[in-house]
C-alpha cells in the first residue's frame, strides 16, 4: 500500500513549515470584523458614523500591523534554539 503523500503547501492558516499560525487567524479575525462594523457603519440609520469610522479603522491596523512587526522582528531578530545559537 502506498501512502497519501502530503503536501508541501502550506494551508490557509498555516505558517511555511505547517505549523498552526494563530497570528494569521487573528488577521483573519479582526479584517472581518473591521468589514462587519464597516458594513453597520455604512447601512445602520442610527449609527454614529465618527465612531464606526474609528472601529473600522483600529479593526483594519488590528489585521495588518501585527504581521508586518511580526517580519519585520524576525528579519532582524534571527531565530535562536534552546542552546542560544542561531539556526535558520
Excluded at 479582526?30 to 465612531?51: D, M, P, Q, Y
Excluded at 479603522?57 to 531578530?77: G, H, N, S, Y
Aim: aromatic share 12%.
Amino acid at each position: 500500500m502506498t501512502e497519501k503523500q502530503e503536501s508541501s503547501k502550506p494551508r490557509l492558516f498555516e505558517d511555511n513549515e505547517g505549523n498552526p499560525s494563530s497570528m494569521r487567524m487573528m488577521s483573519f479575525i479582526a479584517l472581518l470584523a473591521s468589514i462587519g462594523f464597516g458594513f453597520i457603519t455604512i447601512f445602520h440609520k442610527s449609527a454614529n458614523i465618527e465612531n464606526g469610522l474609528y472601529i473600522t479603522i483600529v479593526f483594519l491596523l488590528a489585521a495588518f500591523a501585527p504581521k508586518a512587526v511580526q517580519k519585520f522582528a524576525e528579519a532582524r531578530f534571527p531565530h535562536r534554539d534552546s542552546k542560544g545559537k542561531i539556526s535558520k
